[in-house]
């Protein structure tokens, strides 16, 4: 494959695309092959939990990603708890949270994914979110446009929507409630407010589901950067609480306070 500098050759994107989706179901087949079983939970130097599941994924995307010989840097969750934390500097590099929600994934509620990004210039310019136990997965096409395959293997467009003038369809996170984000939600006009885990917010904000999620609190760049891409190809935003947009490959890779929001 030509380097990702070409990616603005629909082509090369498509097939650029394309693994990122086999990659990210590859994963979430073995995620659900230890779901369906009992497995450990281990707590990690930051307090969240990880699993088995979570560094099987990480290692399926990874060496896939490595056989593609781009030569971009693989900036992925478990890895980076293990300590290796890559140079990226100005280029492009791949953003992966192997299983997102892993909380989720440990209640065994479904709502967690796979999320495989690409970052250029600072900003995601590709994503997937795989939804293994629900059977959904999101990702970016190579016209800039979002894509949704559904249960039934159905394939649609998806495109944000504009609110209904009766109120706001809200998300928030399922486990990381804050006083912050109440306060925030306080101000709002609320049709209905829903708690739900992982990325699968931003999908949800990208098919016309919902209108907004305020994120008032921790998260990595590797939560949100394929919702990110997901979110804008379908017309949405994603922007720090000061209405800035958020730039990747920082120190430390962490995120701003944000809301995602759909079309206005």
Known sequence: MPPVQALKNSKIRLKLIREMLRLAIAAGEAIITIY?????VEIKKDASPVTEADRLAEKIIVTGLQKLNLGYEIVAEESISAGYTPEIGKNAFFLIDPLDGTRQFIERNGQFTVNIALVENGIP????????ALQETYWTNEMG???????????????????????????ATRSHNNPDTDAFL???NIAKLDRCGSSLKFCRIAEGSADLY???????????AAGHAILVAAGGTLTDLAGNSIQYGKTG????????????
């Open 145 to 171: 446009g979002a894509n949704k395959r559904s249960e039934d293997g159905s394939v649609t467009s998806i495109q944000c929507r504009t609110p209904n003038q009766d109120g706001l369809v809200v998300l």
């Open 253 to 264: 890779f962490e995120s701003p306070h944000f809301v995602a929001t759909g079309a206005e």
């Open 36 to 40: 369906e079983q009992d497995f450990a």
């Open 125 to 132: 310019t590709l994503g997937v979110i795989h939804l293994p």
């Open 186 to 188: 306080e101000k709002l």
């Open 214 to 224: 305020p994120r008032l609190g921790r998260t990595m760049e590797w939560d949100i």
